[in-house]
Each structure stands twice: as C-alpha cells, then as structure tokens.
C-alpha cells in the first residue's frame, strides 16, 4: 500500500529522493521489531496458541544481507514510520555499532511513534523478550521517548534526531482508546486528549536534546477504516502522498527532511502545536 509512495517514490523525477539507495524493514510481528520469543497463551476461545514474536530476529537477518549490498553508505538515514517509528531509536545505535560503524553522517527519524501505555516495560520483557538493555530502558509511559534518551546518552550529537507527527493521529488516538477505554475508536474527544500528549511528547524529546527537530502536520484523515473510525489527521506521512506537500506553514516534509540530510535542520509546524 505504501511501498513507492512518498519518499520511496523513485518513478517521481521531481521526489528528493528518488536516486536514495533504500531498504525497508516490513513489519508483521507486532512488537516493534525487537522481539525474539515463541509466546504461547490461550486464544479468545480458550484455545492453545502461539504468537511468534521474532521483530528482532527478522531485524538482524535482513540488516546482514543489507550490509551485502551497501557496504560504505557515506549518508544513512534510519527512519521508521508507525510501528517502525519506535523502532528507530531502539535499533539506530545497532545499525552504526554492527554494520556501519565507519558513517559519520547520520540522521534519525521517527514517523508517529506516540502511544503512551504502562505496560510497555513488562511487555517488552516477558512478552517479546527483547533485548536487556531495550526493557530495562523503559522507565515510562512512553517507550519513544524513553528509548530517544537511551539513544542520546549513548551516543549524544553523532546522529541527527528528527521526529514527525500530524496532531491529531485518527489511528494512534484509537489505540490509545483501545489502551485506555477498551474502545477501538477514534473521534474528537480522544484525538484532543492525543493532541494534548503529543505537546508532552514535544517538550520531552527537546529536553533530551535541544537539537531535535519537528515536522508537524495537520492534513485531514480522509480514510475510513471502521465504523467509528473517522475524523483527525492522518497517521504517518513519509510514505504518504502529502510527502510532498506543504503544510500549514508552507513546508513540505519532503523538504525539511532533504535540508536535515544536508545539515540544515529546523522546525516546521510547530505553530499547530503552540
């Protein structure tokens, strides 16, 4: 649905990126790529069953066959969207320690990766078995930004960091319903309380590092995946086709990314979150 659109558009000549050498990392595991365990439960009929939580592995195997075909990136951009947006800051650190540790050019990326849960330590843990030093960085309700400040203490200004949002995210605001009310929805109500968290979010990711950068966005969600399911704005916009168009300040992301790329860092949008 998304592969060749946005900044994976190569057959766009006028898209920034068309001539980027690109890899993406699916996503069908369900814990944001950094799981490595066989969980067995009973299903909802009371059934026994096995989710195969392997993100991490999954991971592991396709960053060795990358190292293959690109062996000496002199630019790399490690960017996520959605799931793969908390993705990011877990797994930047390894990709520069493991496979390309001689690139001193790189910027990070999260696409709408806000979902504030409690439960996102014990999870990780006794869920997905992920990785020690990944749980035991969960200290909050929020496992991007617990996972950004774990990257910035390790690593500090050798990468560039760059988070993006639209303000009220229809999908990840009817997550958090499903989290917080059990109620797979979204509408205004909880697509303010979303708009309210993002705020947080914003102050907290610059409090890590006053260098970390914004692109925020309010193009309307014009998909209706459900009954119940409407309103707000969409959910990711780097693989979307509003990649390339301005927003409510006149940048598009297409844009802001290809200056970040070239060292020209700044804001965009913030006036929708002030």
């Given at each position: ?6 900044i ?8 920034k990126?068309?001539?980027?050498s690109?890899?993406?990392i699916?996503?069908a ?10 969980y067995?439960?009973?299903n ?10 392997h993100?991490?592995?999954n ?5 060795e ?14 960017a996520g969207?959605s ?15 493991d496979?390309?540790?001689k690139?001193?050019d ?10 504030l ?13 992920a ?6 960085a ?8 617990d996972w ?22 229809y ?5 958090y319903?499903?989290v917080?009310n ?7 109500d909880?697509?303010?309380e979303?708009?309210e968290?993002?705020k ?10 006053p ?5 925020i ?6 998909m209706?995946?459900k009954?119940g399911?409407?309103?707000g ?7 979307n ?27 965009s ?6």
């Open positions: 649905m998304n592969i060749r659109s946005g994976t558009e190569d057959i766009n000549p006028r898209n990126f068309k001539n980027f690109q890899v993406i699916t996503y595991t369900g814990d944001l790529h950094v799981g490595n365990n066989d067995e439960f009973k909802s009929e009371g059934v026994d069953d096995v989710i195969h939580f993100g991490y592995t991971f592991r195997s396709a960053m066959m990358v190292k293959k075909y690109f062996k000496t990136p002199k630019k790399l951009l490690i969207d799931a793969g947006a908390f993705a990011v800051p877990a797994l930047a650190g390894e990709i520069v320690d496979y390309y540790p690139c001193e790189i910027t990070v990326l999260s696409d709408s990766g806000q979902f849960y409690d439960g996102w330590r014990d999870t990780a843990r006794d869920i997905w078995k990785p020690d030093e990944l749980w035991q969960i200290t909050s309700d929020n496992i991007t930004v950004y400040r774990r990257l910035y203490n390790k690593y500090g200004d050798r990468f560039r960091y760059l988070y993006s949002s639209s303000t009220h995210d999908l990840l605001s009817a997550y319903n499903d917080a059990k109620i797979f929805a979204s509408d205004k909880i697509q303010a979303f708009y968290q993002l947080v979010m914003l102050t907290q990711l610059r409090q890590i590092n260098e970390f950068h914004f692109y966005n309010n193009f309307k969600n014009k209706v995946m009954s399911m409407k309103g704005t969409i959910h990711t916009n780097i693989r086709l509003n990649f390339h168009l301005p927003n409510a300040e006149g940048v598009s992301m297409e844009k802001w990314l290809y200056d970040a790329l070239h060292d020209r860092c700044y804001d949008g913030m006036s929708l979150v002030e």
